[in-house]
């Protein structure tokens, strides 16, 4: 009897085990939305009045991280309209970091970050960012390139970043198309196919500035040159 007690008694406890975990999944979700939109707007944006120009960097005084705690440090950094510059440092040594601050994401941010053209001072620029993790969406493959764009960019746009990043030849090989969907979070796409994606997206957009966190470090080294 209490064998076939205990049997019956299984299937409940085991549900109940898992409406416990993911209430409690639920509950830790709402308290980190609740601290993020409770967070005090630190600063307002304004748009760049210079379209499809090169635009400078300047930064002074910046500091990320707590007081004492200082992730990165930048006492004063300018870079020209249209130069090419590689941060290079040790794993955790803030580089990442240091773009965040350039999207102004950076936390515990201070300090000053300004943008200049040819011309003089201008707002915050037309951006691309290709992340270190790349972001995919569980779309088409147009999509992922797209990327919300409206409208969406040409089919000759679309070829030449593909041809520029080799990933029309994974496309041959593989059989892909424009239409082929992408599964959650790049499931069907290998490591360095998903960076090379994320590099041609931000190869389509006519940015400004162009920023690459380690972008081709999952792809093979004939690939990358």
Not at 18 to 38: K, N, P, T, Y
Not at 145 to 156: D, V, W
Request: net charge negative; proline share 5%.
């Amino acid at each position: 009897a209490c064998i076939a007690t205990a049997a019956l008694l299984e299937a409940p406890f085991h549900i109940f085990s898992e409406v416990v975990s993911r209430w409690m999944q639920a509950w830790v979700s709402i308290q980190r939305l609740r601290d993020f939109l409770g967070l005090e707007e630190k600063l307002e944006l304004v748009p760049s009045n210079v379209q499809g120009e090169a635009v400078g960097i300047s930064m002074s005084g910046v500091s990320i991280g707590s007081p004492g705690q200082e992730i990165l440090t930048v006492p004063k950094l300018e870079i020209q309209p249209g130069e090419c510059i590689a941060v290079i440092g040790p794993v955790g040594g803030g580089k990442s970091q240091f773009l965040a601050a350039l999207l102004h994401e950076g936390s515990d941010q201070i300090g000053t970050i300004s943008y200049f053209s040819k011309d003089g001072s201008v707002g915050v620029p037309a951006m691309s960012f290709a992340a270190q993790e790349p972001f995919i969406l569980n779309r088409s493959l147009e999509a992922n390139l797209n990327f919300g764009a409206k409208p969406g960019f040409s089919q000759h746009e679309i070829d030449r970043v593909l041809k520029l990043t080799a990933f029309d030849i994974d496309m041959r090989q593989l059989g892909l198309t424009l239409d082929t969907e992408i599964g959650e979070k790049g499931v069907n796409l290998s490591g360095g196919q998903k960076q090379r994606l994320s590099l041609a997206r931000a190869a389509l957009y006519s940015a400004q500035l162009v920023l690459l966190d380690d972008p081709v470090s999952g792809v093979y080294p004939a690939t990358a040159r």
